[in-house]
T-cell receptor, first 113, second 112 residues
């Protein structure tokens, strides 16, 4: 299994809603990432987990809350989002943090009304 | 945040033509990568480069890691319609502050 899977594929939520994005990989990778991508822009790193511990937070607002329940799963909890948070949210994984290439999931298209 | 500069920004080419694009940075990277992204999908890894001067091929794709470690190049030979998409370079630095930064992207359109 060489895939990174993400659910849901599409999500529409109101500014007062609480929702979660899920990411899963079964490649035995020990580093997992969340990226945000706006239309016609490159992906921007949000969070990095290494061995299930938060390693990097790129100054992301607290309305985004990551969680890594185990080495295969990565969640992104969303609360009180703004319309400008609408974007494609990508999950990626790599064998480790140092010198390893990242493999991406298909993304969740999020729309905040 | 920091971005890598890619050129050209977009290009229209005829099927069968060769394509070249490049990526430049003001800082050094340990690894250069090239991804292709289709609309609404995640980036798919095409080629990874690990050493300065390295030249690596993947089918019709050839990429090079620049000698200065501040740039990389991607060539696509004999383009076909399914080459349409956005190509992103990415630079990975493992010394000091962790960095995995994407280029601004090259949008490729192939005319049959």
């Amino acid at each position: 299994d060489t895939e990174v899977t993400q659910t849901p594929k599409h999500l529409v939520m109101g500014m007062t809603n609480k929702k979660s994005l899920k990411c899963e990989q079964h490649m035995g990778h020990r580093a997992m990432y969340w990226y945000k991508q706006k239309a016609k822009k490159p992906p921007e790193l949000m969070f990095v987990y290494s061995y299930e511990k938060l390693s990097i937070n790129e100054s992301v607002p607290s309305r985004f809350s990551p969680e890594c329940p185990n080495s295969s799963l990565l969640n992104l909890h969303l609360h009180a989002l703004q319309p400008e948070d609408s974007a494609l949210y990508l999950c990626a994984s790599s064998p480790g943090l140092r010198g390893d290439t990242q493999y991406f999931g298909p993304g969740t298209r999020l729309t905040v009304l | 945040g920091q971005q890598l500069n890619q050129s050209p920004q977009s290009m229209f080419i005829q099927e069968g033509e060769d394509v070249s694009m490049n990526c430049t940075s003001s800082s050094i990277f340990n690894t250069w990568l090239w991804y292709k992204q289709d609309p609404g999908e995640g980036p798919v890894l095409l080629i990874a480069l690990y050493k300065a001067g390295e030249l690596t091929s993947n089918g019709r794709l050839t990429a090079q890691f620049g000698i200065t470690r501040k740039d990389s190049f991607l060539n696509i030979s004999a383009s076909i319609p399914s080459d349409v998409g956005i190509y992103f370079c990415a630079g990975h630095r493992t010394s000091g502050t962790y960095k995995y930064i994407f280029g601004t992207g090259t949008r490729l359109k192939v005319l049959a």
